[in-house]
């Protein structure tokens, strides 16, 4: 299983709704992402966990919280967004040795913000 | 804080090898090139990566130069359903950590026509 899921597919809220992205895997890895992706832009890393210890976060806005329960399960809560956050927010999962790693993407969350 | 430049598209005629070029003249001893590739919308997928020496899979072939500073990634037969962005990435290793990050420059899109 190189799976890595996410849900929900597509998601609409308003900028005083609070909602939560989630990612699942279920393949050992001890490493788990959040990317931002724009249209017609690269995804941009926003936040490393590591043995669910959040090890990076690339100077994310507070808005966006994420949280690792357990090893095979990622969360992004989202609260006071903007028309601007909108975006495809996709997750990723490797293992933890070294670089010699490659790391699976799910298909993301397509998230639009009135 | 992408480390690497790609032509920004290429074309290729269906059935014929695409070779898409990155150059990553600043690459570290201990670092990988990976590549990637994200068709419309989906999440990125993992195709290769290599350190030294030339690597093939079932997906593709890459080709490292001698001194590293450049590869390029080889699908030998080129099918409509290889039409996506192409990301070549220097996988970054976090001093003290073994926990490598992706960043993604802007790519390469490729257009197989019939």
């Known amino acids: 299983d190189t799976e890595v899921t996410q849900t929900p597919k597509h998601l609409v809220m308003g900028m005083t709704n609070k909602k939560s992205l989630k990612c699942e895997q279920h393949?050992?890895?001890?490493?788990m992402y959040w990317y931002k992706q724009k249209a017609k832009k690269p995804p941009e890393l926003m936040f490393v966990y590591s043995y669910e210890k959040l090890s990076i976060n690339e100077s994310v806005p507070s808005r966006f919280s994420p949280e690792c329960p357990n090893s095979s399960l990622l969360n992004l809560h989202l609260h006071a967004l903007q028309p601007e956050d909108s975006a495809l927010y996709l997750c990723a999962s490797s293992q933890y040795e070294g670089t010699n790693t490659e790391a699976f993407f799910g298909q993301g969350t397509r998230l639009t913000v009135v | 804080d992408a480390k690497t430049t790609q032509p920004p598209s290429m074309d290729c005629a269906e059935g014929r090898a695409a070779n898409l070029p990155c150059n990553h003249s600043?690459?570290?001893?201990?670092?990988?090139v990976y590549w990637y590739r994200q068709i419309h919308s989906q999440g990125p997928q993992y195709i290769i990566h290599?350190?030294?020496n030339n690597e093939t899979n079932e997906m593709a072939s890459l080709i490292i130069t001698e001194d590293r500073k450049s590869s390029t990634l080889i699908l030998p037969h080129a099918t409509l359903r290889d039409t996506a962005v192409y990301y070549c990435i220097v996988r970054a290793a976090r001093r003290g950590s073994t926990l490598g990050r992706l960043y993604f420059g802007r790519g390469t899109q490729l257009t197989v026509w019939p």
């Open positions: 393949m050992g890895h001890r490493a």
């Open positions: 600043t690459i570290s001893g201990n670092e990988y």
């Open positions: 290599g350190l030294k």
